[in-house]
């Protein structure tokens, strides 16, 4: 039985450009969940995507946006990227509202 | 707001010696509190959750939590810690706010060094 796969693993990156993560979720949950967690700090919650919707948002700016699938697979996207944005992102995912979420093992993004 | 403190940036311990993880959390109602713990390059594992019921909670790997509501605090135990033990441990506490997604707010994490 799969975990949460994420893809890709490292991703490089400039200023001002884009980029797209991807997850799966584990067998069976319907609920996305997206972290960013920076260098030294623990994970910032992003967004939860249930029913291909955005259910709740963190404290994150528009240039982040997210998509669900039919197949409950979800989308990170984050454009004009800037410094900052170089952490690991993490996909979690569930049942909806259930406990506990499951993780991947993240997507490292490096802006230079 | 719901918050969780680990006082802690670095704990270190002998193996064979019994372990301490400290938590404290910060909620408005019943908490729901979790542990995690990351290795190096991977994601968060999950290790126990207290969501009601006894105050001792067993989880994965031999770790358990003692949840106490008096001192809010919620701290990561283990009888006898392993090498293999050392490791980033984040206690974690779900946003029970008006949207209640099960969202998760963590704290900053303390690493665990086990020494030979």
């Known amino acids: 039985d799969a975990g949460v796969t994420q893809s890709p693993t490292h991703l490089i990156k400039t200023r001002g450009q884009q980029v797209t993560l991807r997850c799966s979720p584990k067998?069976?949950?319907?609920?996305v969940s997206w972290y960013q967690q920076a260098l030294g700090q623990g994970p910032q919650f992003i967004f939860q995507?249930?029913?291909?919707?955005?259910?709740q948002r963190g404290n994150f700016p528009d240039r982040f946006s997210g998509h669900q699938f039919p197949n409950y697979s979800s989308e990170l996207n984050v454009n004009a990227l800037l410094l900052g944005d170089s952490a690991l992102y993490l996909c979690?995912?569930?049942?909806?509202?259930?406990?506990?979420?499951?993780f991947g093992d993240g997507t490292r993004l490096s802006i230079l | 707001a719901q918050s969780v403190a680990q006082p802690e940036d670095q704990v270190n311990v002998a193996e064979g010696n019994p372990l301490t993880v400290k938590c404290t959390y910060s909620?408005?109602?019943?908490?729901?509190l979790f542990w995690y713990v990351q290795y190096p390059n991977r994601g968060l594992q999950f290790l126990l959750k207290?969501?009601?019921?006894?105050?001792l909670v067993k989880g994965s790997y031999g770790f358990e939590a003692e949840f106490n509501k008096s001192q809010t605090s919620f701290h990561l135990k283990k009888p006898s810690a392993l090498v293999s033990d050392s490791a980033l441990y984040f206690c974690?506490?779900?946003?029970?706010?008006?949207?209640?997604?099960?969202?998760?707010?963590f704290g900053q994490g303390t690493t665990l060094q086990v020494k030979p």
């Open positions: 979690a995912s569930s049942a909806y509202r259930n406990q506990p979420q499951h």
């Open positions: 067998s069976g949950h319907d609920t």
């Open positions: 995507y249930y029913e291909e919707e955005e259910r």
């Open positions: 974690a506490v779900r946003d029970l706010g008006s949207s209640n997604t099960g969202k998760l707010i």
């Open positions: 207290y969501i009601t019921g006894d105050n």
């Open positions: 909620v408005s109602g019943n908490p729901y």
